[in-house]
């Protein structure tokens, strides 16, 4: 039977809170840690982050509370991105004005999801992320094209251009971002929906710096890998205002996304994640479908 | 600055993770706050020590956006100054939530 909450979960292994609180505790640390390795690896595969995956995994096979899996989600979020930020601005990817600019709305609705989030009802929770995960894999599975467009002789009133070399193409890259305001919108949205949910917020804000704004991918990804740091940073402290940051769901999150970051970024380099894009897609909708009939209270044979 | 807050954060936590298997001190189910977690360290509370590396990784991005003010200010840059403190101040009010709990 899968726990609806945390305090279910620790009832059932009432057998063996009794016998050995220290190793109870330790050995679910440590079944979290791995799997927070296996959604980091997936995630970083994927480009997508690993609380895209945390969050439901937690939830419905550990049956932890949604809102103590959003925040240790959170977390993990700024861990990664401190992480991953550093790589990308030695690497000249991360455009800091243009980060700073599109920060504002994002971070903006990052607080006021986290605000609606902490007082949502779960179900509400839980269909909003089923809806996220599903458009997730319909967008991987639809998404072949990436936008390439020479943006370098553009007018930038606004000084938001970048250039960075490309080790690929070994070139010096120039570009200048289009259509600013749609992109302000975008990460507003981003935002809020990166506040309630607990994840980065990449999942929309790099197809939408791509495709909407222009932006060379290796540049969207640099600039939303700092910039997901700092709006998980608005959400995870609206969590601990709200006493819903759990070390003990947060040190394992945190030591398996560094870890599983660090192994699929190596993968990613030797494995055609093209060819398990489909696999991917399909892990994606069975936790979105999941979660929704969750949201519906509609109850599936568990798993764990 | 983002690698070494990123250190400091990771042995803070990796230090309490430790002291608490040596211990034998179960995870504690909440993070104490701020002001509490101060004295939990000096009375040898190893989850106090966790908390504490949990809250700097948490501010680890806040100083990273002080610091590309600050560069920003150096560059005569005032447009984005203004901008990324704008960010910062969107950051404070959600601690400030945190410090009213």
Do not use: C
């Not at chain 1, 309630?196 to 540049?219: H, R, T, W």
């Not at chain 2, 803070?12 to 608490?20: E, K």
Request: hydrophobic content about 55%; cysteine-free; proline content about 5%.
């Amino acid at each position: 039977m899968v726990a609806k909450h945390k305090g279910e979960l620790r009832a059932i292994n009432s057998y063996e809170v009794e016998r050995d609180p220290y190793l109870v505790d330790w050995t679910q640390a440590i079944e979290l840690g791995m799997v927070s390795i296996g959604a980091a690896v997936l995630g970083s595969m994927l480009g997508l982050g690993g609380g895209v995956f945390l969050v439901p995994i937690f939830t419905l096979f550990f049956g932890i509370d949604p809102k103590l899996a959003i925040g240790a989600s959170a977390i993990a979020v700024v861990t990664n991105s401190v992480v991953g930020s550093t790589v990308h601005l030695d690497s000249r990817f991360t455009n800091l004005r243009l980060a700073m600019l599109l920060q504002i709305p994002t971070a903006a609705g990052a607080l006021v999801g986290a605000l609606l989030a902490v007082r949502a009802p779960d179900r509400i929770l839980n269909g909003l992320f089923g809806a996220v995960l599903t458009y997730a894999a319909v967008s991987m599975f639809l998404r072949r094209k990436v936008s390439h467009v020479d943006t370098s002789q553009d007018p930038d009133p606004m000084m938001l251009g970048g250039v960075y070399h490309d080790p690929a193409s070994q070139k010096e890259i120039i570009y200048v971002p289009r259509h600013v305001r749609r992109g302000l919108g975008i990460s507003g949205l981003a935002g809020m929906l990166s506040g309630m949910l607990g994840v980065g917020g990449g999942v929309i804000q790099v197809p939408a710096m791509n495709l909407v704004m222009s932006i060379p991918v290796k540049a969207a990804a640099g600039t939303s890998a700092l910039m997901v740091g700092m709006t998980a940073v608005a959400t995870s402290f609206v969590f601990y205002a709200d006493n819903k940051i759990d070390p003990q769901v947060v040190l394992p999150a945190m030591i398996g996304i560094f870890a599983g970051a660090q192994v699929g970024s190596r993968l990613t380099r030797k494995v055609r994640t093209d060819r398990l894009i489909i696999l991917f897609v399909l892990i994606l909708l069975y936790l979105g479908f999941r979660l929704i009939l969750e949201a519906l209270n509609i109850d599936l044979p568990s798993i764990r | 600055m983002l690698r070494y807050e990123f250190y400091l954060s990771a042995v803070v936590l990796a230090v309490g993770a430790i002291w608490s298997l040596i211990d034998r001190h179960p995870l504690s189910p909440t993070v104490l706050p701020f002001q509490e977690i101060p004295g939990a360290i000096l009375d040898r509370n190893p989850s106090a020590l966790i908390d504490l590396g949990i809250l700097i990784m948490m501010l680890t991005p806040v100083v990273t956006a002080l610091s590309i003010a600050l560069n920003f200010s150096r560059l005569g840059e005032r447009k984005f100054v203004t901008i990324t403190l704008g960010v910062l101040a969107i950051l404070a009010t959600s601690i400030a939530i945190s410090l009213l709990r």
